[in-house]
């Protein structure tokens, strides 16, 4: 199944724009959530193909979303690859046993993740 819809997770205004840019300008449709509760509710409305989670977030953090995310029979399918500044082997160790297909530490290589992006496809 082709990538087209990707749901950007992040409490950050800044970094939700700089990921859309960056997805819209290589031919992605981009919906975007402000925090882990609303990214849970977004995945069953928007139906993504992929979703770009960040973890440090107030409420629910990224790596509960993710969970939840996983867990769910509607939503287990779409992909999420963790994107956050938890950089840590114990955060991504704790990320992948959340269900996450991928983590990448911040500041994103948007070459390596446009890469992950197009290897799912």
């Known amino acids: 199944m082709p990538i087209q819809k990707i749901l950007v997770v992040d409490d950050s205004p800044t970094e939700r724009l700089a990921l859309s840019e960056v997805l819209v300008k290589n031919g992605f449709q981009v919906v975007t959530a402000e925090s882990g509760d609303e990214a849970v509710v977004k995945s069953k409305s928007e139906r993504p193909d992929l979703i770009l989670m960040d973890v440090v977030m107030p409420g629910t953090n990224g790596y509960q979303a993710t969970r939840t995310i996983v867990r769910d029979e509607a939503t287990r399918d779409i992909p999420v690859i963790i994107c956050t500044s938890k950089g840590l082997e114990t955060d991504k160790i704790w990320?992948?046993?959340?269900?996450?297909?991928?983590?990448?530490?911040?500041?994103?290589?948007?070459?390596?993740?446009?890469?992950?992006?197009?290897?799912?496809?």
């Open 95 to 121: 990320g992948m046993r959340q269900g996450a297909f991928d983590y990448m530490v911040k500041p994103l290589d948007h070459a390596v993740l446009l890469e992950k992006i197009r290897a799912l496809s």
